[in-house]
């Protein structure tokens, strides 16, 4: 793919998240799920109304700003409603959520693109991600959760593009890294989860390192190397490797320098044999408690501040103390606690999605109310819902590339330990191994420390983990579409088509569009849907 239609697809892909965010922001003059707290939280900021914050501040401080210069725009006016406290316009308090959302499928993409250097790879990583619809969703209302997210993916690809630098510029981009983890937990407490996966891919790289290098040992491969600088590898003794390690041998196929030749039978295209992630190791223990502790901690101190001067009631330690007792009060993972609990194994399957709207009108002309019941069960012809639910093909499919992932790392050892008769790893890893080891990682980091949380959680807890399964299924696209063969170029274009129909077809329930009860149920696959 060439830079110029890499650069026209991913304008696309970001006008097409720009306009689905945008378009009928205004469609419900009320306030939606969450929005009873966050945007009445944001409006507080300005009103200087102290309250009590059961989350850091700072999704509530960017809502307050949308608020703020929503209100000085001479447009988009036309509803009104008091609900925050204030006489706000909808589109006031859900814009700057809206524009922000947008950007996710681009950070997705430019994340994609430096952990392998394929334009094909990043453009489908963020067309993925713009078909997603839960991240649609909580783009669209003044919610929290898109802040997590995109300050923690900011993150990583900050980290990326220090690994890509030396000296100074490393430093910059390592400072920034800090800055953005600090402001993902900022905005809620499992944003620490996204630099808990930048700790695991460091402490996994230093483990290779150290297996490699480890003097005398006698269960690895004597002749190994990892190379920092650029990350080349070497044809260590005729184990010539090819375009993303594929190569099996230098007897048989002849690979180009420095390990880029391509193995025929799975790409048409030569491949780059660098991944930023080589140089993990060229970061020392300074750099991570640094740039990727006392930073993130400073800025999530600093965050507080504006709050804490608002609400004089506790002081730092003491809101921590009460926010943590809030949290333990809400009771255990059952529908008697909430009708949309879900524990985090019925996450990646989606078993459980959750409606944030839901009314019911006898015609599409028919206004709805502000504030109110549902029309009696049978009289409502037109039903307007708002789904908090992923895009079912791409959160299946993506979970299915990730077990994929999980077999590729864990089929290489066994593999060396059959043939061998020993335990240990490649002599050389690459660039898919680390893409691999890194996705794995994160998505763990980001799923299972909800394993021993006991009060009621919900799907959109899961934002922070599915988004390394859309790099997942991007990732096998981009393999199989690359291939010689035709089965596997096939498939990779039927998962793609697959993906992009499940969206459309299921974007009323995202965008919260008029359906009749049977379009309704057509779409509720499953009862544990409803």
């Given at each position: 793919m060439?830079?110029?239609?890499f650069?026209?697809?991913m304008?696309?892909?970001?006008?097409?998240?720009l306009?689905?965010?945008?378009?009928?922001?205004?469609r419900?003059?009320?306030?939606v799920?969450?929005?009873v707290?966050?945007?009445?939280?944001?409006n507080n900021?300005?009103?200087?109304?102290?309250?009590?914050n059961?989350?850091?501040?700072?999704?509530?401080?960017?809502?307050g700003?949308?608020?703020?210069?929503?209100?000085?725009?001479?447009?988009?006016?036309?509803?009104?409603?008091g609900?925050?406290?204030s006489?706000?316009s909808?589109?006031?308090?859900r814009?700057?959520?809206?524009f922000?959302?947008s950007?996710?499928?681009l950070?997705?993409?430019?994340?994609a693109?430096?952990l392998?250097?394929r334009?094909?790879?990043?453009?489908?990583?963020?067309?993925?991600?713009?078909c997603d619809g839960?991240?649609l969703?909580?783009?669209?209302y003044a919610l929290?959760?898109?802040y997590i997210v995109?300050?923690?993916l900011l993150?990583h690809w900050?980290l990326?593009?220090?690994?890509?630098?030396?000296?100074r510029r490393?430093?910059?981009?390592?400072v920034f890294?800090?800055?953005?983890?600090g402001?993902?937990?900022?905005?809620?407490?499992?944003?620490l989860?996204?630099?808990?996966?930048?700790y695991l891919?460091?402490i996994a790289?230093?483990?290779?390192?150290?297996?490699?290098?480890?003097?005398?040992?006698?269960?690895?491969f004597a002749s190994?190397?990892l190379?920092g600088?650029?990350?080349?590898?070497?044809e260590?003794?005729g184990?010539g490797?090819?375009?993303?390690?594929?190569?099996q041998g230098?007897?048989?196929?002849?690979?180009?320098?420095?390990?880029?030749g391509?193995?025929v039978?799975?790409s048409?295209?030569p491949?780059?044999?660098q991944?930023?992630?080589?140089?993990?190791?060229?970061l020392?223990?300074?750099h991570?408690?640094?740039?990727?502790g006392?930073?993130?901690?400073?800025?999530?101190?600093i965050?507080?501040?504006?709050?804490?001067?608002?609400?004089?009631?506790y002081g730092?330690?003491?809101?921590?103390?009460?926010?943590?007792?809030?949290h333990?009060?809400?009771?255990?993972?059952s529908?008697?606690?909430?009708?949309?609990?879900?524990a985090?194994y019925?996450w990646p399957l989606?078993?459980?999605?959750?409606?944030y709207y839901?009314?019911?009108?006898?015609?599409?002309?028919?206004?709805?109310p502000?504030?109110?019941?549902p029309l009696p069960?049978?009289?409502g012809?037109?039903i307007?819902?708002?789904?908090?639910?992923?895009n079912?093909?791409l959160w299946?499919f993506?979970?299915?590339a990730?077990?994929?992932?999980?077999?590729?790392l864990?089929?290489?050892?066994?593999?060396?330990w059959v043939k061998e008769?020993?335990f240990?790893?490649p002599a050389t890893?690459s660039?898919?191994?680390w893409?691999a080891?890194?996705l794995?990682?994160n998505?763990a980091?980001?799923?299972?420390p909800w394993?021993?949380v006991?009060?009621?959680v919900?799907i959109y807890?899961y934002m922070?983990a599915v988004?390394f399964?859309?790099f997942?299924?991007a990732?096998f696209?981009?393999q199989?579409?690359?291939s010689?063969y035709?089965?596997?170029?096939a498939?990779?274009?039927?998962?793609?088509?697959?993906?992009?129909?499940?969206?459309?077809?299921?974007m009323?329930?995202?965008?919260?569009?008029?359906?009749?009860?049977?379009?309704?149920?057509?779409?509720?696959?499953?009862?544990?849907?409803?």
């Amino acid at each position: 793919m060439t830079k110029k239609w890499f650069r026209i697809g991913m304008v696309s892909v970001f006008l097409f998240s720009l306009a689905l965010r945008f378009w009928g922001l205004e469609r419900f003059n009320t306030l939606v799920f969450d929005e009873v707290y966050f945007a009445k939280f944001g409006n507080n900021y300005l009103t200087r109304t102290p309250f009590f914050n059961a989350h850091p501040p700072l999704s509530q401080y960017m809502i307050g700003i949308g608020i703020w210069i929503g209100s000085h725009i001479p447009f988009w006016h036309d509803t009104v409603n008091g609900l925050t406290g204030s006489l706000r316009s909808p589109w006031t308090y859900r814009w700057f959520n809206a524009f922000t959302g947008s950007f996710i499928p681009l950070v997705v993409a430019a994340i994609a693109y430096q952990l392998s250097y394929r334009r094909s790879f990043a453009l489908l990583a963020g067309l993925f991600t713009a078909c997603d619809g839960i991240f649609l969703v909580e783009s669209r209302y003044a919610l929290s959760n898109i802040y997590i997210v995109i300050f923690g993916l900011l993150g990583h690809w900050f980290l990326l593009l220090a690994l890509d630098n030396q000296n100074r510029r490393r430093s910059f981009w390592l400072v920034f890294a800090g800055i953005a983890f600090g402001a993902s937990v900022g905005t809620k407490w499992n944003g620490l989860w996204f630099l808990s996966g930048a700790y695991l891919i460091w402490i996994a790289a230093w483990v290779i390192h150290l297996i490699h290098y480890f003097p005398n040992s006698k269960l690895f491969f004597a002749s190994s190397s990892l190379k920092g600088a650029g990350g080349r590898r070497q044809e260590a003794e005729g184990r010539g490797q090819g375009a993303e390690g594929r190569g099996q041998g230098a007897e048989d196929r002849g690979q180009g320098a420095g390990g880029r030749g391509q193995e025929v039978e799975v790409s048409t295209y030569p491949l780059s044999s660098q991944t930023p992630l080589q140089n993990l190791t060229q970061l020392n223990i300074f750099h991570m408690l640094f740039y990727l502790g006392i930073i993130p901690a400073l800025i999530y101190s600093i965050i507080w501040i504006p709050h804490l001067q608002l609400d004089k009631t506790y002081g730092f330690i003491a809101v921590h103390q009460q926010i943590l007792k809030f949290h333990l009060q809400l009771g255990g993972n059952s529908p008697n606690v909430h009708p949309y609990c879900a524990a985090w194994y019925k996450w990646p399957l989606m078993t459980r999605p959750m409606a944030y709207y839901y009314q019911t009108a006898k015609s599409i002309t028919e206004p709805l109310p502000v504030m109110g019941p549902p029309l009696p069960a049978g009289a409502g012809q037109v039903i307007y819902d708002v789904h908090a639910m992923g895009n079912p093909f791409l959160w299946w499919f993506g979970v299915a590339a990730m077990l994929f992932l999980v077999g590729m790392l864990v089929s290489q050892p066994v593999i060396i330990w059959v043939k061998e008769k020993r335990f240990s790893v490649p002599a050389t890893l690459s660039v898919d191994t680390w893409i691999a080891l890194y996705l794995v990682i994160n998505y763990a980091a980001n799923l299972l420390p909800w394993v021993k949380v006991t009060r009621c959680v919900f799907i959109y807890h899961y934002m922070c983990a599915v988004v390394f399964v859309f790099f997942a299924i991007a990732w096998f696209v981009d393999q199989c579409l690359r291939s010689y063969y035709q089965q596997l170029r096939a498939l990779g274009v039927t998962i793609s088509f697959i993906i992009l129909v499940a969206f459309i077809f299921w974007m009323p329930v995202f965008l919260g569009l008029p359906l009749s009860p049977n379009g309704y149920k057509l779409r509720m696959w499953f009862n544990s849907w409803i």
